[in-house]
């Protein structure tokens, strides 16, 4: 008797992509583990033996999301042709891709009472990714001479912060009129900063 394969990693990103469809159309907390295994059709058993829980499945999730904003990024970024260039451009980056309905799963398993603090600290550690894009455009237009000398780390988190202020209306706005909004935001920053 010829014995099955198992493809250990093909099954994990099949449990991946199957969870983010459902994560996305149902939320966390209406999402089971049983959903998944039924969409996926891999026994609740082979979901276990690669996710320890349905937090630890969501937050591997999500890290594969950011990962793959950062590289969208990086892409994008390769065609702007300065560092204010590459400002306006993230601000349009991140208002486009901040209507995901995962990430509505997210803050939903973020504001769960129970969750575990190392989800926390997880989910919180993902804005790193897009706060180090925009220390990496600040730094490059210090460099460059277009900005004007200072603590790069601190006006990236200022920068995430305006723009982390503003994705609260991407529900509740129109595009044009969010996409106003962001496109002012970075001029105000640029004047703020540059030379």
Same mark, same amino acid.
């Given at each position: 008797?010829?014995? !099955?394969?198992?493809?250990?990693? $093909?099954?994990?990103?099949? +449990?991946?992509?199957?969870?983010?469809?459902?994560?996305?159309?149902?939320?966390?907390?209406?999402?089971?583990?049983?959903?998944?295994?039924?969409?996926?059709?891999?026994?609740?058993?082979?979901? &276990? &033996?690669?996710?320890?829980?349905?937090?630890?499945?969501?937050?591997?999730?999500?890290?594969?999301?950011? *990962? /793959?904003?950062?590289?969208?990024? !990086?892409?994008?970024?390769?065609?702007?042709?300065?560092?204010?260039?590459?400002?306006?451009?993230?601000?349009?980056?991140?208002?486009?891709?901040?209507?995901?309905?995962? %990430? #509505?799963?997210?803050?939903? %398993?973020?504001?769960?009472?129970? +969750?575990?603090?190392?989800?926390?600290?997880?989910? &919180?550690?993902?804005?790193?990714?897009?706060?180090?894009? &925009?220390?990496?455009?600040?730094?490059?237009?210090?460099?460059?001479?277009?900005? *004007?000398?200072?603590?790069?780390? !601190? %006006?990236?988190?200022?920068? /995430?912060?305006?723009?982390?202020?503003?994705?609260?209306?991407?529900?509740?706005?129109? #595009?044009?009129?969010?996409?106003?909004?962001? $496109?002012?935001?970075?001029?105000?920053?640029?004047?703020?900063?540059?030379?």
């Amino acid at each position: 008797m010829a014995k !099955r394969s198992y493809d250990s990693e $093909r099954v994990r990103q099949d +449990v991946l992509k199957e969870a983010e469809g459902l994560f996305s159309r149902k939320g966390y907390t209406a999402t089971s583990i049983a959903d998944i295994s039924k969409a996926t059709g891999h026994s609740k058993g082979h979901i &276990y &033996y690669h996710f320890k829980s349905k937090e630890e499945l969501f937050v591997a999730l999500a890290q594969q999301t950011i *990962r /793959s904003w950062g590289e969208r990024w !990086r892409e994008r970024a390769l065609t702007c042709s300065s560092p204010s260039d590459k400002l306006y451009a993230i601000a349009d980056f991140v208002m486009n891709n901040y209507k995901q309905d995962l %990430l #509505k799963a997210g803050q939903e %398993l973020a504001a769960l009472r129970d +969750v575990q603090m190392s989800t926390l600290q997880a989910l &919180y550690g993902l804005a790193s990714t897009p706060i180090g894009a &925009y220390h990496e455009i600040i730094s490059e237009g210090m460099a460059s001479g277009d900005f *004007r000398q200072g603590d790069a780390e !601190r %006006l990236s988190l200022l920068f /995430s912060g305006w723009l982390g202020g503003l994705n609260a209306y991407v529900h509740t706005l129109d #595009k044009e009129s969010l996409q106003d909004l962001y $496109r002012e935001t970075v001029s105000l920053f640029l004047r703020a900063i540059s030379e």
